[in-house]
């Protein structure tokens, strides 16, 4: 009887020492619930915001390192005035280049630690700029993980020429908000 | 052997022993490192044409070189010390990681790649993904035709200020005929500007499935009132204009010119100022934002321009981003 309970916890442990490397790098998917994305322009007259709650995202962790795709259509940003939301999709080439896509990578362990200091990919009106070592914040609400943070763009960074209105053009400086809302999913 | 062949060779001995111990440890303070490896993917299969990039940690010097087909490499003649490495393929996650060479030996550093997520990954085709340069070119002639319209309407404002002030002067019963051939032409070179400016707003292509929204509404509201109004205006005008130069009293219609004109540079006005003010973020973007980190749900409708984003990503969209929505 003695013998048996002793195989038991010997098999026990070698169960629990094969399925260790497993655990500690057990592939995560990440699917993304729901987002808003708001660019901030300033002009003298103006303070606009354009609100997008049409992204889509997807994140794979694997061996400890996670990559992310956040795709948002750039017509489905909303600044409250249609006129504006057009002139904004044509000197951003909106019609020609109509997804904004950004990819991410981080290492895992930065999850856990309430920050995670991302570098960005973005590809937008048919140019790419890189974004290195942007801080986001996380909050886990259960199953959820709530993420913020602010995205430095320019117009400079994307070749896009500045609009002006009235005669005065709208600063350089286009930061991009970001609140997402995202959920484990069972890996493939 | 004489004594001088004796000094010949020992001098070429001597020269040779020299060369030979200032050379060795030259080539020793040169010695190189290769570093060699080999790419798969996670399955294992060998990716060819493999970008493997390294860069001098102290230099910053890049060396880069790509897998054959079977997915090896190796870059050879780097000097000792930390590296770099950046490994890219087309459609694979971009791989990075540091090695530190020893002189005269060959590292080892071999890696697989992961598959990158693509759109179709997200429920995107790349029909959707896909540019519309037809579209563009609509965008821009748009834009460009709506720039002269601001710019031209912006000059208007200067001729029918004037005109309403010289109206002061061309009305009642002191007036001189300059003074109303003065008014007249003001008002018909503010009628030139105008109607020119409404030209390129009126005939500028229109973006189907775009709705109006915002304070352009307004600006379009107050065109259904300038726009008779600049009509109106100068027929009324010229009706005066012609009563007063027989010697008659303003009389009929003709005597409404004065308030038409005022109510038609007052909505000119409004209609300038209601696109140059603020139309802040809607109320929903708040709300939105706040359930998102309040954790709430609400039963707060999704804007046309989401349910238009939404409908162009699909169905599958709607329920990750749309039912879903806090």
Same mark, same amino acid.
């Given at each position: 009887?003695?013998?048996?309970?002793?195989?038991?916890?010997?098999?026990?442990?070698?169960?629990?020492?094969?399925?260790?490397?497993?655990?500690?790098?057990?592939?995560?998917?990440?699917v993304?619930?729901?987002?808003?994305?708001?660019?901030h322009?300033?002009?003298?007259?103006?303070?606009?915001?354009?609100?997008?709650?049409?992204?889509?995202?997807?994140?794979?962790?694997?061996?400890?390192?996670?990559?992310?795709?956040?795709?948002?259509?750039?017509?489905?940003?909303?600044?409250?005035?249609?006129?504006?939301?057009?002139?904004?999709?044509?000197?951003?080439?909106?019609?020609?280049?109509?997804?904004?896509?950004?990819?991410?990578?981080?290492?895992?362990?930065?999850?856990?630690?309430?920050?995670?200091?991302a570098?960005?990919?973005?590809?937008?009106?048919?140019?790419?700029?890189?974004?290195?070592?942007?801080?986001?914040?996380?909050?886990?609400?259960?199953?959820?993980?709530?993420?913020?943070?602010?995205?430095?763009?320019?117009?400079?960074?994307?070749?896009?020429?500045?609009?002006?209105?009235?005669?005065?053009?709208?600063?350089?400086?286009?930061?991009?908000?970001?609140?997402?809302?995202?959920?484990?999913?069972?890996?493939? | 052997?004489?004594?001088?062949?004796?000094?010949?060779v020992?001098?070429? @001995?001597?020269?040779?022993? =020299?060369? /030979?111990?200032?050379?060795?440890p030259?080539? *020793?303070?040169? !010695? +190189?490192?290769? $570093? &060699?490896?080999?790419?798969?993917?996670?399955?294992?299969?060998?990716?060819?044409?493999?970008e493997?990039?390294?860069?001098?940690?102290?230099?910053?010097?890049?060396?880069?070189?790509?897998?054959?087909?079977?997915?090896?490499?190796?870059?050879?003649n780097?000097?000792?010390?930390?590296?770099?490495?950046? @490994?890219?393929?087309?459609? =694979?996650? /971009?791989?990075?990681?540091?090695?530190?060479? *020893?002189?005269? !030996? +060959?590292?080892? $550093? &071999?890696?697989?790649?992961?598959a990158?997520?693509?759109?179709?990954?997200?429920?995107?085709?790349?029909?959707?993904?896909?540019?519309?340069?037809?579209?563009?070119?609509?965008?821009?002639?748009?834009?460009?035709?709506?720039?002269?319209?601001?710019?031209?309407?912006?000059?208007?404002?200067?001729?029918?200020?004037?005109?309403?002030?010289?109206?002061?002067?061309?009305?009642?019963?002191?007036?001189?005929?300059?003074?109303?051939?003065?008014?007249?032409?003001?008002?018909?070179?503010?009628?030139?500007?105008?109607?020119?400016?409404?030209?390129?707003?009126?005939?500028a292509?229109?973006?189907?499935?775009?709705?109006?929204?915002?304070?352009?509404?307004?600006?379009?509201?107050?065109?259904?009132?300038?726009?008779?109004?600049?009509?109106?205006?100068?027929?009324?005008?010229?009706?005066?204009?012609?009563?007063?130069?027989?010697?008659?009293?303003?009389?009929?219609?003709?005597?409404?010119?004065?308030?038409?004109?005022?109510?038609?540079?007052g909505?000119?006005?409004?209609?300038?100022?209601?696109?140059?003010?603020?139309?802040?973020?809607?109320?929903?973007?708040?709300?939105?934002?706040?359930?998102?980190?309040?954790?709430?749900?609400?039963?707060?409708?999704?804007?046309?321009?989401d349910?238009r984003?939404?409908?162009?990503?699909?169905?599958?969209?709607?329920?990750?981003?749309?039912?879903?929505?806090?």
């Amino acid at each position: 009887m003695k013998h048996r309970k002793a195989t038991f916890r010997n098999l026990g442990l070698a169960l629990v020492v094969l399925a260790l490397p497993q655990l500690v790098h057990a592939d995560t998917d990440w699917v993304l619930e729901s987002s808003t994305l708001s660019y901030h322009v300033s002009h003298p007259l103006h303070q606009v915001d354009g609100v997008s709650h049409a992204a889509k995202g997807k994140g794979v962790c694997q061996n400890g390192q996670c990559n992310f795709l956040i795709a948002a259509p750039v017509k489905s940003f909303d600044s409250g005035d249609s006129n504006r939301d057009l002139h904004m999709l044509q000197v951003t080439r909106g019609a020609e280049f109509p997804m904004i896509v950004v990819r991410t990578q981080f290492a895992e362990s930065e999850i856990a630690s309430g920050t995670v200091h991302a570098d960005l990919q973005v590809e937008f009106a048919g140019q790419t700029a890189q974004y290195k070592q942007i801080a986001f914040q996380l909050v886990t609400q259960g199953s959820a993980i709530k993420l913020s943070g602010t995205i430095p763009a320019t117009l400079t960074d994307f070749k896009i020429p500045a609009p002006s209105l009235l005669a005065m053009a709208i600063k350089n400086d286009i930061p991009v908000r970001v609140e997402m809302s995202w959920t484990r999913s069972q890996p493939k | 052997m004489n004594r001088g062949t004796l000094e010949h060779v020992g001098a070429v @001995i001597f020269v040779l022993v =020299f060369f /030979t111990s200032t050379v060795t440890p030259v080539s *020793a303070q040169t !010695a +190189t490192a290769t $570093l &060699s490896g080999k790419i798969t993917d996670t399955s294992g299969a060998a990716l060819a044409n493999t970008e493997v990039s390294v860069k001098n940690a102290v230099t910053g010097q890049v060396i880069s070189a790509q897998t054959d087909r079977s997915g090896s490499y190796s870059i050879a003649n780097l000097p000792p010390g930390d590296y770099e490495v950046s @490994i890219s393929a087309n459609g =694979f996650d /971009t791989k990075e990681s540091r090695v530190t060479l *020893a002189a005269g !030996a +060959t590292q080892l $550093l &071999s890696m697989s790649l992961a598959a990158a997520l693509s759109l179709e990954d997200l429920g995107i085709s790349s029909a959707q993904a896909q540019g519309n340069a037809k579209e563009q070119a609509r965008l821009n002639k748009r834009s460009q035709m709506l720039k002269i319209h601001q710019e031209l309407g912006l000059i208007t404002v200067a001729p029918l200020a004037a005109t309403v002030l010289t109206g002061i002067f061309a009305g009642g019963k002191a007036t001189s005929t300059t003074d109303r051939t003065f008014h007249a032409a003001l008002g018909s070179a503010t009628a030139g500007l105008y109607f020119s400016s409404a030209y390129f707003a009126i005939f500028a292509p229109k973006i189907h499935g775009t709705k109006t929204e915002g304070n352009i509404k307004l600006h379009k509201a107050l065109a259904l009132i300038h726009g008779p109004g600049m009509i109106l205006t100068p027929i009324l005008g010229e009706m005066a204009f012609s009563q007063r130069s027989k010697g008659e009293r303003v009389h009929g219609i003709a005597h409404y010119h004065g308030q038409v004109a005022i109510v038609t540079a007052g909505a000119y006005g409004l209609a300038i100022l209601s696109v140059s003010l603020r139309s802040g973020p809607a109320k929903h973007d708040v709300h939105h934002a706040l359930a998102i980190f309040g954790g709430h749900h609400s039963q707060q409708p999704m804007t046309l321009t989401d349910s238009r984003a939404q409908a162009e990503l699909g169905a599958s969209s709607a329920d990750a981003n749309g039912e879903k929505r806090p």
